[in-house]
């Protein structure tokens, strides 16, 4: 099975500055990726994905970026806010036998912004 | 377009007990995962559901089960209760292509006592 990993459970960073989020995968049967954000009582809510044949997407503040041969993906968000306050969840699918693949997440990062 | 909907979002229950929970899908979305969120453990992957039938399963034992009916919808039932069971459950609809986006919703809150 595809691992998915979240080494950090939290980060604090400073309103107005980068945050950093990273994901690393331990194989490649399917480099497609997705980051979600969670608040508290709230289902997931999806942000950003990426797939195999680009290295960045960006949309708005958030950029997502994937290096295949170091398997580590990384969620950066410019610049953060106290809304952004969230638990950040890294997901790929993994092939769970044949065909079919299934949607795996990692531990997740509390991410906190400091007014 | 609505969102994905669960119910109940709470429920307490007796140890021993059955409880069944339910999902709408978004219109159109012929796939419906469900996952348990606990503390620390991330999320963790129930099953999943495509045109009516468990097209993946995740590592939880036999009192877990789930089906889909035919308008996409789907429950999920969890028999004799245990403790440990107390968690966020939430269930996503998708396409159900590979590489496609899930989408969640707010989640049924069980708790166990």
């Known amino acids: 099975d595809q691992q998915v990993k979240q080494n950090s459970p939290s980060l604090s960073v400073q309103e107005g500055r980068i945050s950093i989020l990273n994901c690393d995968y331990t194989?490649?049967?399917?480099?497609?990726f997705l980051w979600y954000k969670k608040y508290p009582a709230e289902g997931p809510t999806f942000l950003i994905s990426?797939?195999?044949?680009?290295d960045k997407n960006e949309d708005g503040r958030f950029t997502v970026f994937l290096n295949k041969s170091a398997k580590h993906l990384s969620l950066h968000i410019v610049p953060s806010q106290p809304g952004d306050s969230a638990v950040y969840f890294c997901?790929?699918?993994?092939?769970?036998?044949?065909?079919?693949?299934?949607?795996?997440f990692g531990k997740g990062t509390l991410l906190t912004v400091n007014p | 377009k609505a969102g994905v909907t669960q119910t109940p979002r709470y429920l307490i229950k007796t140890r021993g007990q059955q409880v069944t929970l339910s999902c709408s899908p978004i219109?159109?979305?012929?796939?419906v995962s469900w996952y348990q969120q606990t503390p620390g453990q991330g999320l963790q992957f129930l099953f999943e559901?495509?045109?009516?039938?468990?097209?993946n399963k995740g590592n939880f034992p036999g009192r877990f089960s789930g089906r889909q009916f035919s308008n996409s919808r789907s429950e999920m039932n969890v028999s004799t209760l245990e403790l440990g069971d107390s968690a966020l459950y939430l269930c996503?609809?998708?396409?159900?292509?590979?590489?496609?986006?899930?989408?969640f919703g707010e989640g049924s809150w069980l708790t166990v006592v």
């Open positions: 996503a609809s998708g396409r159900g292509d590979l590489g496609n986006t899930i989408y």
């Open positions: 194989n490649s049967m399917f480099d497609y």
């Open positions: 990426i797939s195999s044949i680009k």
């Open positions: 997901a790929s699918y993994v092939n769970s036998g044949g065909s079919n693949y299934k949607l795996t």
């Open positions: 219109s159109g979305h012929r796939s």
């Open positions: 559901y495509f045109s009516e039938t468990q097209r």
